[in-house]
């Protein structure tokens, strides 16, 4: 198993930006290593998914609950993406998403096959594995954009 955790942490090596604000580096920094390295590439992830949607305009990045959490600065766009560790488990990280939302319902009738939930309020991924990326981007894509496209239902 640590040679497979060896090999994943190597294959990820991704150019992570800059932290916009001091207090999210700091909760980075408090999260275990194992889980840190694929909490940071989400990171990354929902950033390239933002820098690629003007209609969501700049992306904050900021603390909520204690944990990182990604929004469009512009109101009644999208709704909050928070990271941390999964509830309960030791080998798991997790997109948390609002849980009064449709995204994870929406989510789990597309991505069940290949996806891990938890409730209605979180994506949870092995720390050891990295995920689909094209899943999560469109995961990404729908929360960041929640709002506008609830208007058009």
Not at 7 to 29: C, D, L, Y
Not at 57 to 80: D, S
Not at 92 to 113: K, M, S
């Amino acid at each position: 198993m640590k040679n497979l955790r060896n090999k994943n942490t190597q294959r990820q090596k991704i150019q992570h930006r800059p932290f916009q604000e001091g207090a999210v580096k700091a909760a980075f920094e408090g999260i275990e290593d194992d889980i840190r390295a694929p909490l940071l590439n989400l990171r990354e992830l929902i950033f390239t998914v933002a820098d690629q949607m003007d209609e969501i305009g700049r992306l904050v990045e900021t603390l909520k609950w204690g944990q990182p959490a990604y929004l469009p600065e512009k109101p009644n766009v999208g709704t909050t993406i928070r990271l941390g560790k999964a509830t309960g488990r030791e080998d798991a990280c997790a997109l948390f998403f609002h849980c009064q939302t449709r995204l994870i319902e929406d989510f789990r009738a597309i991505h069940a096959d290949h996806m891990d939930f938890q409730g209605n309020r979180a994506i949870v991924f092995s720390a050891t594995r990295p995920p689909d990326e094209q899943a999560v981007k469109d995961c990404i894509r729908a929360a960041l954009t929640y709002h506008l496209k609830k208007r058009t239902r």
